[in-house]
Structures are given as C-alpha cells and as structure tokens.
C-alpha cells in the first residue's frame, strides 16, 4: 500500500510583495490543472495557505468536488514582503544564498534544507492518515525542489535533469505536476514537473 501525491505548483501570481493572488492566465492554468484532475481518483486536496496556492487549490476542488484543507508547512521556503522593506533585488539574493547553502538560515523564512524537511514531514502524516489514497498538495516551487534535494540521491536528480542542483530554482513551472509516492516515510519518484495538461487546446 502506498499514497500518491500530486504535487502542484500554484498557478502564475500577480507581480508584487506579500501574499499576492493569480493573474488571469494564473486562473485559466488552474483550470486546465483542474481537468487533469477530473480525470484521475483524487481523495483530498492539500492547500500552503498562502493566496497564490489557495486560489488554485480551489479551483481544482471545484472541479473535483472535493474540499481543500490547508497546512502551513507547505508554505514557500521564504516569501517577498515577509521583511518589511527589502527590496525584490535583496530578496532574489537572499533565495540564492539559501539555494546554493542549505544551511543558512535567512532573516525571514527558512532554510532550504528545513523547508524540504516540513514537506517530507507533511507527507509523511498524510501517508500514513491516507495509505492507500490519491492526494493532490498545492504548494510552491521552491519547496517542492528543496524537498528533492532533501530526499533523493544526486543520481536521481539528474535523471531527472541534468543540471538539476545548478538550475533547481527554475526547474518547478507554475501549475506543473510531480508525483511522488509514499509508503512507510520511504519516497518514490514518479513523475517530475510534467506540463503536458496546460498545452491541450480549449474545449
């Protein structure tokens, strides 16, 4: 027995600090994400509480008729606005920092290798809540690859991409889906960044 997880990435945001909603195309991503789903054998719906994720979580529950529970390790690793005053410029520096030492711990946030652990520990209880069950978690980019990293080798990692350590923070596109599977904390690598639904024509 094991539990799938379908790990999404948020739909495109709107451009500014804090906790900023999607855009337009952000919302018609979702709902493309939405019609993969309906599709598959979905149980539950796992939301980061920050806007961007939750707005796309319930556009995907909308369509699956499912109800979406929220769970703040799933945030993002660290979030623009979160320190009041610091510029797009010093954040960008600050997220690299974290990506290149996953040790260092940033004013605000946490680092790269503590937030691949909240993940890891989400997913985790929700496997063994749901042991047999199908999971979509509605989360971010970077917490999603600092997860990867965490918990699978190098060699996995670049089976996946070949430049996967160097490139990580632009690997994970908006509304992409990865899935992993679970069974007793031990993780299997299904699936990586897969994009496929948002390129289907419009019905």
């Known amino acids: 027995m094991s539990t799938t997880f379908y790990l999404v990435r948020h739909a495109i945001k709107e451009k500014g600090s804090q906790d900023v909603g999607l855009t337009l195309e952000g919302v018609q991503q979702a709902r493309k994400t939405a ?3 309906r599709q ?4 539950h719906i796992v939301s980061s509480p920050l806007r961007r994720a939750k707005l796309t979580a319930a556009l995907i529950a909308e369509a699956t008729n499912l109800t979406v529970s929220e769970d703040r390790r799933l945030r993002e690793r660290a979030n623009w606005g979160d320190l009041p005053g610091q510029s797009f410029e010093a954040f960008v520096a ?9 040790d260092y711990s940033p004013p605000v946030g946490d680092s790269a290798r503590k937030a691949g652990e909240r993940l890891s520990s989400c ?9 047999e069950d199908h999971l979509i978690v509605v989360t971010h980019g970077g917490l999603i690859t600092d997860f990867l990293v965490n918990v699978f080798c190098e060699e996995e990692l670049y089976l996946k991409h070949p430049h996967f350590i160097a490139e990580q923070s632009h690997l994970i596109a908006e509304c992409s889906i990865t899935e992993i599977r679970c069974k007793g ?5 299904v699936s990586f960044a897969d994009t496929r639904h948002l390129h289907t024509k419009d019905s």
Do not use: G, V
């Open 123 to 131: 997913l985790s209880e929700l496997s063994e809540r749901y042991p």
């Open 40 to 43: 598959l054998p979905i149980q």
């Open 185 to 189: 904390r031990i993780f299997e690598w």
């Open 35 to 37: 019609e993969r789903f």
């Open 94 to 102: 600050m997220w690299e920092r974290c990506t290149q030492d996953r």
